[in-house]
């Protein structure tokens, strides 16, 4: 081969992809290139994925994006194979699962070492099915094995039709002589060709989750991960996106939203290959993780999550909020309840008759539940600060000589539900747990402990802990069958990855978050209903591998409202509003009014000391939660608009409408003090029929103030569309929420 032809040739074909992740077309004529090799065309509503094996069976993606109108025409896009055998030596930069160890040159999504030592691995495809599951639900399976080695990869796609969403995973199992080593073991393998890709990714640590940062990929690998063992989502989150050619806006551009379905250390490669083409490669962490398994046993990864949309991030993120909503968080289509929860005003200092006055303070706010938070349990240790406790799950007698079970009859003598916190994956060295099963505790033997916030992480690799944990949530439901909501805490990172169970170390990472889904599963046996907030110092756990169990996540300790614009806002591309748990707090120096709605835009909760209210205060809090039962149907179950970023403007726009347009609320937030700022234009709706004609009225006036905005003025949906409509923010009207109604 002419190396100038092919860097000519090359160079030819990223001119003619310029728009978009169009596979290059060189003919098909070339020997050795057959156009009738298996094609695998795997479809979304708009989207597809296209397999083909080549002549020597091994399976690449010869496309992704926009699906064709006719599926044959696939057929007639042979070129990115026939291209990889023009300039990418190895043939297989574009594998659907590439092998480590023979022909690779790049980044592996596989990689082991057989029972005989050998550290080769080639992988050809055999047979792919479709199922389908129902009308909307399909799954195919490609199954690939080794020529050499009695080893075998089943790669899975499972397709959510109408919600353009694609989950992937894979099973790998063998029937080699001995235990085979798997060094890597990715969910997916995917490839894209455009000419610049765009990476937002987040970091972040506690009480300053989902910090933003886009930038161009360059050639070579990036990688996301966590090595923290649990609270994968601390340092950088599962979630991430990639647009296509430019950075994506809400309404313009190809891009993929995708995330890693694990609530441990997962890992996501993104490699500009020699060609310019991304390979994403995504999963659990391979990270000190070597995983031997036995012949004829799977070893069944996580799935990769994503989306992808030619129409912006606003398209691609309502997806997913319809994905997650329909199947996957825990009654995702149905109500939450509001709540006061004790944390910030008493931390661990409270007892029964404390508490029995907060109860009825959560009547007079008029929410839903109290919420106990840390600090009921423990007696030799008592749980008085972060110290001592963890472990021991026995109310605390001095505080609660009744137990629980009376604070929970007072909540129903007050009609309200109560609910209690959790962590039941930690201990502290303090603790009469600790004493007892030592061997329960992940550490090193030869080293000295080291702590998170006073606490180490029980091994859930374990059975018998799990069984523990399982007993906790039973002997707390035996006893108080009336609890109606459980937060679940988790506080410590693995530090000294080490336990006394397993044989093989380096499975620790991986089993830990296998025994926490066993757990998880078996306590959603049990008690299928109960709400449940996924909670870890803050949102150092948010994944949709836990959120299967989970109604709702606490977004982060941080309530300052200014700063969860900016989390609720870049966590909004990711999951849908009925999952936040907001709380009012005390954080941050904005005024009550600002801080609840912030609340709003997600299940609104309180962490105040509700009888230090002023009057006024009080009033305006219990027509909140009024006034929040009134659009709350809208955050939870409507499609999510951003119309102003906080990052690009002095103020914050989101609204949220229903699925049959005749219903809207807008939340807008000032976020700038700077002279004059606030909303000088009128901000252009989005999501409304335009010939509907709609009322828009302000609600969640502080007493004794007045709406600025012409009251119930009525405008047609394009003029709300077209020229749009101006909240009147400013510094005096910080916080603005519009109801938006259909006139009939
Ligand atoms: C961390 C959580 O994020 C807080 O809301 C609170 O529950 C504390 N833990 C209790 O220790």
């Known amino acids: 081969m002419d190396i100038f032809v092919t860097i000519a040739t090359k160079r030819k074909c990223i001119i003619e ?71 990418d030596y190895s043939g297989i930069f574009h594998s659907a699962y590439t092998p480590a160890g023979s022909r690779n040159l790049v980044e592996p999504a ?38 050499a080695y009695p080893f075998e990869v089943t790669l899975y796609y499972k397709v959510y039709q109408k919600e353009d969403v694609m989950e992937q995973w894979s099973v790998i199992r063998h029937k080699e002589n001995g235990n085979v080593m798997l060094q890597k073991f990715a969910s997916a393998n995917l490839f894209f060709s455009a000419n610049q890709y765009w990476l937002r990714q987040y970091h972040g640590d506690w009480a300053r989750e989902m910090q933003p940062e886009e930038t161009r990929l360059t050639p070579g690998i990036k990688v996301l991960d966590s090595k923290l063992g649990t609270r994968e989502n601390l340092y950088q989150p599962p979630s991430f996106m990639v647009s296509f050619n430019s950075p994506a806006t809400e309404d313009e551009g190809k891009v993929l939203l995708g995330s890693v379905e694990w609530s441990g250390n997962f890992r996501v490669d993104l490699e500009v290959d020699p060609l310019n083409d991304l390979r994403l490669i995504a999963g659990m962490n391979n990270f000190a993780s070597e995983y031997s398994l036995k012949p004829s046993e799977e070893f069944t990864t996580p ?45 661990f200092d409270f007892n029964e008759s404390i508490l029995s006055e907060l109860v009825k303070d959560a009547k007079k706010l008029g929410v839903d539940v109290f919420l106990l938070d840390d600090g009921w349990f423990g007696n030799k240790y008592p749980r008085n600060n972060d110290h001592a406790g963890l472990g021991d799950w026995q109310e605390n007698k001095k505080k609660l000589p009744n137990g629980i079970g009376y604070l929970v009859k007072e909540a129903q003598k007050n009609a309200v539900k109560f609910g209690i916190w959790v962590e039941p994956e930690m201990v502290n060295p303090k603790s009469e747990l600790y004493e007892k099963h030592p061997d329960w505790v992940i550490r ?32 707390l439901f035996i006893k108080n069958p009336g609890l109606a909501f459980i937060k679940w805490d988790c506080n410590a990172v693995i530090y000294n990855a080490h336990s006394a169970y397993q044989q093989k170390q380096s499975h620790l990472y991986i089993d830990y978050v296998r025994g926490l889904y066993k757990v998880m599963e078996r306590v959603r046996a049990k008690y299928p209903k109960v709400p449940m907030m996924l909670c870890s110092g803050g949102g150092g756990r948010v994944d949709y591998g836990a ?14 409202p200014l700063e969860r614009i900016f989390m609720q806002y870049e966590y909004s591309y990711f999951f849908p509003a009925i999952a936040h748990d907001n709380h009012v707090t005390d954080w941050g120096k904005q005024p009550l009014k600002f801080r609840t709605d912030v609340a709003m835009m997600g299940k609104l909760g309180f962490d105040i000391v509700v009888s230090k209210l002023n009057e006024n205060d009080l009033k305006f809090c219990q027509q909140a939660v009024i006034n929040y039962k009134s659009v709350s149907d809208e955050v939870w179950h409507g499609d999510l608009y951003r119309l102003m970023s906080p990052r690009e403007n002095d103020f914050a726009s989101l609204m949220y409408v229903n ?25 252009k709706l989005k999501g409304l029929q335009a010939d509907k004609k709609y009322s828009v009225k302000e609600i969640n006036i502080y007493p004794g103030t007045k709406s600025t905005l012409e009251e119930n003025a009525v405008f047609s949906g394009d003029y709300l569309m077209t020229i749009g409509f101006n909240p009147n923010v400013n510094v005096r009207r910080t916080s603005v929420i519009l109801e938006i109604n259909e006139v009939k």
Request: aromatic residues 10%.
């Open 444 to 475: 090193e033997p030869n080293r000295p402990e080291h702590l998170y916030r006073n606490q180490l992480v029980l091994d859930l690799s374990n059975p018998k802990v799990q069984d523990f944990l399982v007993s906790i949530f039973d002997t």
């Open 547 to 560: 959120l299967k169990y989970f109604t709702e996540f606490w977004v982060s300790d941080n309530t300052d």
């Open 303 to 347: 799935a990769f999550l994503y989306t992808y949309s030619v129409k912006g991030k606003g398209e691609a993120s309502r997806n997913l909020h319809d994905w997650a909503r329909e199947y996957r968080i825990l009654n995702g289509k149905g109500s939450r309840e509001t709540l006061l929860n004790n944390w910030e005003s008493t931390y």
């Open 17 to 87: 992809r310029t728009l978009g992740l169009i596979v290059f077309f060189i003919s098909s004529t070339t020997p050795g290139f057959s156009q009738k090799q298996t094609l695998i065309n795997i479809e979304t509503a708009h989207n597809a994925i296209v397999l083909q094996a080549d002549t020597g069976n091994r399976l690449g993606v010869i496309y992704f994006g926009e699906k064709l109108k006719k599926a044959a025409e696939y057929q007639s896009i042979p070129a990115m194979t026939k291209r990889q055998a023009d300039v």
């Open 110 to 147: 596989i990689q082991v070492t057989h029972a005989d030592g050998n550290t080769s691995l080639d992988l050809q495809y055999v047979s792919h099915s479709t199922k389908k599951i129902d009308d909307n639900v399909s799954l195919t399976t490609v199954l690939l094995k080794d020529p």
């Open 659 to 683: 699925k049959d347009r005749s219903k809207a609320v807008m939340f807008n937030y000032l976020v700038n003090n700077r002279f004059g700022a606030g909303s000088t234009l009128p901000v």
